[in-house]
């Protein structure tokens, strides 16, 4: 099976850039598509940003030109570069990744301040 495990998040000003990443196991990952979403708390997840084995990349209108999704398959590695942080950009990030199962990581929490 195929863990995930989310990091980089934290406590940033407005202006302010964050770098997650979203470590998998596994040797699918490479024929995989990820994705990061967010979670505000009493809403649903929604899709940030997404990267698919061919590199292609799409992103929600709220974060285009700000955030940047890549991947490092040597590494096993998903990141989530976001500059020019937003308070609503405020949020639970998610790694997920789409194979025979919908695979979620833990978490990690990014909040920005005014």
């Known amino acids: 099976q195929v863990q995930l495990v989310e990091s980089g998040g934290g406590l940033v000003q407005a202006g302010g850039s964050l770098r997650l990443s979203c470590a998998a196991s596994?040797?699918?990952?490479?024929?995989?598509?990820v994705g990061w979403y967010r979670q505000v708390s009493g809403e649903q997840r929604k899709l940030v940003a997404a990267i698919n084995s061919l590199y292609r990349t799409n992103y929600a209108d709220s974060v285009k030109g700000r955030f940047t999704i890549s991947r490092d398959n040597a590494r096993n590695t998903v990141y989530l570069q976001m500059n020019s942080l937003k308070p609503e950009d405020t949020g639970v990030y998610y790694c997920?990744?789409?194979?025979?199962?919908?695979?979620w990581g833990q978490g990690t929490q990014v909040t920005v301040s005014s």
């Open positions: 997920n990744l789409k194979s025979e199962y919908d695979y």
């Open positions: 596994g040797s699918i990952f490479s024929i995989s598509a």
